[in-house]
């Protein structure tokens, strides 16, 4: 008698290594497109970093809101720009923009896949040098 694999061992074990193949190439899969977006992530907070030291650069005065602007790489970056009063306690409140003495900065950067927000604020009596 000749000992061999049944049709049935033979088939069993072909769709175990297709299902084998089938999760390894899926995890494959979202294994480069996770990295791919964490590159675009990290481009993008690189992209807001710049624009925010830009931002800090100007005089108080001249920090205005910017419309959603496209750039190179396939980014668009924004800027909200905001008024607020600090009270005694430290709390903050809306204040209309020429009187306010705060400024709420924030840099929106997107992108086809997500975006990233980095907000700041902004003593008008910092960067006067008071």
């Known amino acids: 008698m000749e000992r061999g694999l049944t049709l049935v061992e033979v088939m069993v074990a ?3 290594f297709g299902a084998l193949l089938l999760v390894t190439s899926w995890t494959t899969k979202v294994s480069v497109g ?3 977006n964490g590159q675009l992530r990290a481009e993008a907070v690189g992209v807001a970093q710049r ?3 830009a931002i800090h650069a100007l005089d108080f005065n001249d920090i205005s809101p910017q419309p959603p602007t496209p ?3 396939g980014y668009t970056v924004e ?3 905001e008024g607020k009063a600090m009270d005694s306690d430290g ?3 809306d ?3 020429p009187r306010a003495k705060l400024k709420y900065v924030e840099v929106v ?3 086809s896949g997500g975006e990233v927000r980095i907000p700041t604020l902004i003593d008008q009596r910092i960067k006067e040098g008071e």
């Open 109 to 111: 950067v997107k992108w």
């Open 95 to 97: 204040e209309p923009l």
């Open 91 to 93: 709390n903050l409140s």
């Open 51 to 53: 624009e925010l030291e």
């Open 14 to 16: 072909l769709v175990l």
């Open 34 to 36: 996770g990295k791919k």
């Open 71 to 73: 750039i190179p790489g």
């Open 79 to 81: 800027r909200i720009v």
